[in-house]
């Protein structure tokens, strides 16, 4: 059995004393010995952390004191070694950047579909159509059979990327999908002000899919946002390896290559220059 979990969670909620959290619930992480990474920001909290199952049980009751994070829910996958190097809590603007006005989830976000139902959906065929929120070098190592790929390596530019989309698609029934589904919070109501009928968002996002379906109609892996690079349908950790010089994911065949040399070059970045290199989003 693993002696690690990773747990990732967030909250859309107004909090109006980041300042003052910040010190409560760092000292409360290293006090535990978590490692990882908590956004706070005006609009909610982002968490991200992992240690043991009885630190992470002590620090989840911790942060249910608070009850704007009563009826926080955590996905939950298992490790065999620490992923993070280190405990950060961060103030930001916004926990997920999006750069678009008007659009709060704490106020109003688009209808979940459970994982569950969305599956029901596509084994009976149903005219569903997926759209991958996430970014370009995420898709690579896995997305749903035949979803959409809106070619972003930002999510400040998926705005332009859904104004670039078929119009047709505004009368389908459309799922957006993101790694724990923070993304999908602000991708979904945004395209429901562009005018697309129908937008749902996976509740839980594709982590509590894998954990509730399975790889039922996912091709491949799910980028993650530690050291663990990927982890498959069983929520396992994968063989995939990571650029450290561009941020790309790369499979064991790519990371073979003459191109990948370990914190130089892979296949997707050699002889660019480290300005070219990708960005990296939570």
């Not at 459970?114 to 569903?128: Q, R």
């Not at 749903?144 to 972003?152: G, Q, R, S």
């Not at 996912?218 to 450290?244: H, I, S």
Request: hydrophobic share 35%; with cysteine; net charge negative.
């Amino acid at each position: 059995m693993s002696a690690l979990i990773n747990i990732s969670g967030y909250k859309f909620v107004t909090l109006n004393d980041t300042v003052a959290l910040r010190p409560k619930i760092k000292g409360q992480c290293v006090q535990l010995g978590l490692k990882g990474t908590i956004l706070l920001a005006p609009e909610g909290i982002n968490v991200t952390i992992s240690g043991t199952k009885d630190a992470l049980q002590n620090f989840e009751e911790f942060l249910k004191e608070d009850p704007r994070f009563s009826d926080m829910t955590f996905k939950e996958s298992p490790s065999d070694h620490q992923p993070f190097n280190r405990m950060l809590v961060r103030l930001k603007k916004e926990i997920i950047a999006f750069g678009v006005e008007g659009i709060e989830p704490g106020v109003y976000t688009s209808p979940f579909v459970k994982p569950t139902v969305l599956k029901e959906w596509l084994d009976k065929g149903e005219d569903v159509v997926m759209l991958d929120t996430r970014n370009e070098y995420e898709m690579k190592l896995g997305t749903f059979k035949d979803a959409i790929n809106p070619h972003i390596d930002s999510f400040r530019e998926f705005p332009a990327a859904v104004r670039a989309l078929d119009p047709s698609l505004k009368n389908k029934k459309i799922v957006t999908f993101c790694t724990g589904g923070v993304r999908c919070e602000k991708a979904a109501p945004f395209m429901e002000k562009e005018g697309f009928k129908e937008v749902y968002q996976i509740e839980g996002g594709i982590l509590k899919y894998f954990e509730e379906c399975g790889g039922a109609h996912w091709e491949g892996d799910c980028f993650v946002f530690d050291q663990r690079v990927a982890v498959n349908p069983n929520l396992e950790e994968t063989t995939a390896k990571q650029c450290f010089a561009c941020r790309s994911p790369l499979t064991l065949e790519e990371c073979k290559t003459s191109a990948y040399q370990p914190n130089v070059s892979c296949p997707y970045c050699i002889g660019k220059r480290a300005a070219d290199a990708l960005p990296v989003h939570l």
